[in-house]
């Protein structure tokens, strides 16, 4: 098991990477009783899930067009509260372990462009605070795949 301090320093940086998307970053606490951020990507990655949306990787703006798409799907979906705060996890080597970061929308956030990286490509889980929706993004072989899934 990973000391302390060192998963505290993980989480630091892994929360100031999600800030520089724009988002507001709070220290509040995941709900507890909301699925974890292993068992929400269970239901966006198995072999049974088709894409809500895809996004071709050869289209001339493709991380913008990722960030509007997701950004009607989310919504249109009720991943948001009244507030505009959602939970979100981002791809980085054990993120699953860090859980949850409580986030609020903010006007002009750009997810998809400022998480992308070069060789590793782009993975994002969104869930509503409530644990009923959640809405990924990831990156597949040719496209970009937008999937939303309603639990409970």
Known sequence: MKPTHVINSAREAWLSRIATTGLAVSNDPAPADVP?????LRSVANWEVQPTATISLSDPD???EVDQ????LADLNGLFESDGSFLLSISESGASSL???VVKWSPGAQLAPRLARPGEGLDFLAMSRDGKVVCAVTEEEYDYWIVVQHLR
């Open 69 to 72: 798409q997701w950004h009607n």
């Open 62 to 64: 493709p991380l913008q």
């Open 36 to 40: 974890s951020v292993s068992e929400a």
């Open 99 to 101: 859980g949850w970061a």
